[in-house]
């Protein structure tokens, strides 16, 4: 295997910076393979050009550009209550709060309003603190 050059690199992560959502394809590992459809957001890339995911399904299964079939989704992170989820749609996302803060009350409604506020105003990472 070729490792790419500094310039190669650079690109890379230009075109892969941390937190960029990604789509599966397909992935070329037998043992371990990512499904495709599954989403995921880039963590890093490294010297040797792998690009690091922390996947929705929970791997931490790296890509490799070339060799696995992927492509960049202009997507969204929420984090509420905790919990981290990648919508590859934002609208869907903001379908979802709207709907959470129309039908609930208090600390909840509050959480739900903090989510959906920053999706509309176009945040990368829309959690549900103050």
Same mark, same amino acid.
């Given at each position: 295997? +070729?490792?790419?050059?500094?310039? =190669? ?23 371990h ?22 996947? #929705?399904?929970? #791997? ?16 969204? +992170?929420t ?19 709207? =709907? ?8 909840? +409604?509050?959480?739900?309003?903090n ?9 990368k ?6």
């Amino acid at each position: 295997m +070729k490792f790419p050059n500094k310039k =190669e690199i650079a690109r890379l992560r230009e075109k892969y910076p941390t937190g960029t959502i990604i789509k599966l394809i397909s992935m070329n590992d037998p043992y371990h393979p990512v499904p495709p459809k599954t989403l995921g957001e880039v963590t890093m890339v490294d010297d040797a050009g792998t690009i690091h995911m922390d996947w #929705s399904t929970g #791997s931490s299964l790296g890509l490799i550009e070339g060799v696995d079939s992927f492509t960049i989704v202009d997507g969204v +992170k929420t984090i509420c209550y905790g919990e981290s989820k990648l919508w590859e749609s934002r609208k869907d996302a903001v379908a979802f709060f709207l =709907e959470g803060m129309n039908a609930s009350y208090g600390s909840e +409604k509050q959480r739900y309003s903090n989510v959906y506020l920053k999706l509309i105003m176009g945040s990368k990472i829309c959690d549900d603190s103050d």
